[in-house]
């Protein structure tokens, strides 16, 4: 079939008549005129219905009456009909009437001479049952009942039978010999059927026949109004007849002429099982597989392709996770298939530890090459920005050039070397940079690139970062609609966790702003798939490497599951951290969380098979336990010793979430802050346990808290800050939300700095710098750490502030050294609780420990020997000592944090 494409609007048509009438849509042509009206029409089939109007006012009321009384008589003289002799034989002794032929004869009307006879059996079908419709007389209608029913009809029957208004069913719709098919004829018939109900399906209306709805011409419409106006009592005012077109133009991509027609057959109720014999029905079910059989494998694509929602290929990931992820083809979890990857190269790039070289490099660039037009947009964000490695011009508009493989893989040695500490979810044994999936790949370098911390490489990712940021997400929307395999999903999960760092380590304040759905829709895409809810699938087991006989085999597999669980910790630890930050309730419920715990480290981090059987054999499982998020009734899980940080850091991320989610539900915007935290959730049935968990931490795992990288540590102080101090009236009174809003904070500090649970405060902030300035060069910091250690410089710096002098001089006030060593617990609940609960009373029990005194009554601070009193200038000195400390953390870009610091001290030298 050739295609004829419109030149004016290049649309694209299959028929020439729909071509030439379109055409005629654009010249405004009329060829087609009415030899009684002269009226001009562009198509023939509007002239036609526009005719049929004539030809019923020509016959007229007698005319009418005769067609009815022929119509009788003819039905009268038919012979029974039954059900098995078929729709066909219900009218084959239809008439046709004289008058009606005639006149369309004598009309002249330009039409396809294949279709002559069929447009006259129309009209003279339509005449008939025109007739039949108004007639008052129901001889014929009368008669069709009593053969239909089987039983005599004799003349005087006829007032026992209502009179009924004719209907579709009433009507002989055997199509004659011109028609194509019964759909078309019964189109027709509906097109003129007297309707009794009000209501009109815009939607079903058939292109060829828009007089079904009285819109084709203006001179049906009225002959409709005069003959159905107690049917029809709506009435359209008359428009232009091209105007008409324009609104009645089908479709391009509308596939069926038929529609209005399939809506009449679905109304009607006597085509189906009813009417077929039951011979032609037991043939049917017995040709049933031969029917399915002749269906051709193209007709399923099309349908495929056509659907509307797409497939879901995973359902729900936590059901059959495990069994996915240890039984994928490839050797590394986020490596893409054997199939899929690429071409042997020719050789690693020399030097290179993870095989990133050129081609490796030539993809990257492929993927994620910026257009013109969005770096131009990030350019003119951040005109200063113009860097020389990073632009092949120096116009804003130019882009970026992409790193030589030498900088690539130094970036992604970096980021294994400082971040891949942190949240070590990676295999790397069987981590391989040419076979690892190429979004994740690409943040990978990019968080590398910041760590190496160059001009040109910093550019490159503050260029690029929307670019990568848009290609997660949309790799994400595909996770959420289920068009991805299990480990697709996984992988695509491991890249926006990663993204989301990068724009935590960028310090840019529009990154962290574009980053915010990509963080709701990972944290929600992840729970509904039930990541945090590990009880709610298939258990991790033996049996999942069991059934591998080969250890290579089998190590690898258990290294994919590994990997899994690593990233759901991964996933935890970033709603933890990033809802603590925005100061938004957590996405991931509390209550409901279930995981399995990643086992340790050394088993993770072993290069060969044969070593990590060694650690087997050494007592290292794998296999470990399933836990739920502690509260009042689930107590702290027992950990293997020596306690794995990583582990560590899923209990106490578990621990952050609910005290995030509690202090959104009770305490967050209202208008009067409580001095502590801590003494609201005490009246909470659901926040009760949170301080009594905090004490519990410290008393089960203080000895492997304090050999641990000081992240964990960090991250516990921080909590127990938390407790004592809401820490949104702090940020207020440094000038978050500007000048009125601070000083109703410092007010309300000044009445904090009086109360035990204020002094407690102060201790956790001075140990958060205290671990974080003795840190190894080897201790990574988190970015958890880095804010911590923010919200600890203003608790410490504004409790100085605002303290009163006569606080140090009061009954039983006492010296302390805030960097000493405190055991925490012989301190216990001290400060958490209050004169409402028990033993809550300062004077309640005696106690000789200083630090403990301090907590009850206050006293003198020093800092490293120097007196800290109350004021000004010690809070300024304690200010410029965290901000210090801030520029010192590394890879988090903290200049944001050290700069506020900065302004709040007045001391504004260097800092930008």
Known sequence: MVLRKCEICDRKFKKTEHYKRHERSHTKERP?????????????????????????????????????KNTTAATTTTPPITAADGIGSITAATPMIPDASDLAASLQIPADPNHVQEEQRRMSLVNIHTSTANHQDNDAQHHFINRTSGGP???????????????????????????????????????????????????MMDEQNPAYFGWGDVSALETVEQQQQAQRPITFDPMPNEMLQLWLEPRADSVSHHSSSIDFMRNMNFIGENFISPGRRDSRSMDSNKAIDDIPNERFTRVERSWVAPANLVGRLINNLWQDVSCYESDNLFSIPPWQSMSPSTGNYPGSRFGLDEECRSQLQHAFGLSPASIGSINSATPNDALSPTASTAGSGSIPTFPPAEILDMALDLYFRHFHPLVPFVHLPTFCAKKTKTPLLFV?????????????????????????????????????????????????????????????????????????????????????????????????????????????????????????????????????????FLSTSPIITPDSVQIVLPCHESLFQANSSSRWMQHIRGGKRIITSMVKSPNETTALPVLDVPVDEFCM?????????????????????????????????????????????????????????????????????????????????????????GAGPARKALDDITAWTQTPAARRACLHAAQIF???????????????????????????????????????????????????????????TEGFTSFMEPHGSPSSR???????????????????????????????????????????TGKWSVRKFSYVLHIMSDVLMDVD
């Open 153 to 203: 009809g004799p003349a005087n029957a006829r007032a026992s039978v209502p009179v009924f208004p004719p209907t579709p069913r009433d009507v002989q719709i055997t199509p004659p010999g011109g028609l194509s098919s019964n759909l078309d004829f019964l189109a027709d018939i509906s097109a003129h059927q007297p309707r009794t109900e009000p209501e009109i399906n815009a939607m």
């Open 32 to 68: 087609y005129e009415c030899t009684v009206c002269h009226k001009k029409f562009s198509r023939s089939d509007v002239l036609s219905r526009h005719a049929k109007g004539h030809i019923q006012n020509a016959n007229g009321p007698t005319n009418i009456n005769n067609a009815a």
């Open 444 to 580: 990978m370098c990019q968080i590398g690139m910041l760590i190496l911390g160059t001009k040109g490489t910093t550019s490159f990712v503050s260029k690029t970062f929307t670019c990568s940021l848009e290609r997660i997400s949309s790799e994400l929307s595909k996770c959420a609609i289920g068009n991805e395999t299990s480990t697709g999903v996984i992988s695509t999960f491991a890249a926006a966790l990663l993204t989301l760092n990068l724009a935590a380590m960028t310090g840019e304040k529009l990154h962290i702003q574009q980053s915010q759905m990509l963080y709701i829709n990972l944290m929600s895409i992840a729970q509904r798939h039930g990541l945090f809810t590990a009880g709610e699938g298939q258990s991790v087991d033996m049996s999942l490497f069991e059934a591998v006989p080969d250890l290579e085999m089998r190590w690898k597999a258990w290294s994919r599951v590994e990997s899994t669980k690593r990233l759901i910790v991964g996933l935890l630890l970033l709603d933890s951290w990033f809802s603590s």
């Open 770 to 828: 205290k671990a974080i300035s003795n840190r190894r060069a080897s201790d990574d910091t988190m970015f958890h750490s880095v804010h911590a250690l923010f919200s600890a410089a203003l608790i410490l710096g504004l409790y100085i502030y605002m303290v009163p002098r006569s606080a140090e001089t009061q009954a039983g006030a006492t010296s302390i050294e805030l960097l000493d060593d405190i055991d925490w617990q012989q301190v216990g």
């Open 649 to 737: 850091h899923a209990l106490l991320a578990m621990l952050q979430l609910r005290l995030s989610g509690a202090y959104h539900r009770i305490l967050f915007k209202r208008p009067n802050y409580p001095f502590a935290p801590c003494h609201t959730y005490a009246m909470d049935g659901q926040a009760r346990c949170l301080t009594s968990l905090q004490v519990q931490v410290m008393n089960t795992y203080n000895e492997s808290l304090s050999r641990m990288n000081p992240n964990c540590i960090v991250m516990w102080h921080h909590m127990c800050m938390d407790l004592t101090a809401d820490i949104q009236i702090f940020e207020l009174a440094a000038g978050r939300n």
């Open 846 to 888: 005696t106690m000789d420990d200083q630090t403990v005194n301090f907590i009850r009554h206050g006293g003198t601070i020093y800092v490293r020997g120097v007196p800290h009193q109350g004021g000004y200038q010690s809070a300024r000195r304690i200010l410029l000592d965290y901000g210090g400390l801030l520029k010192d």
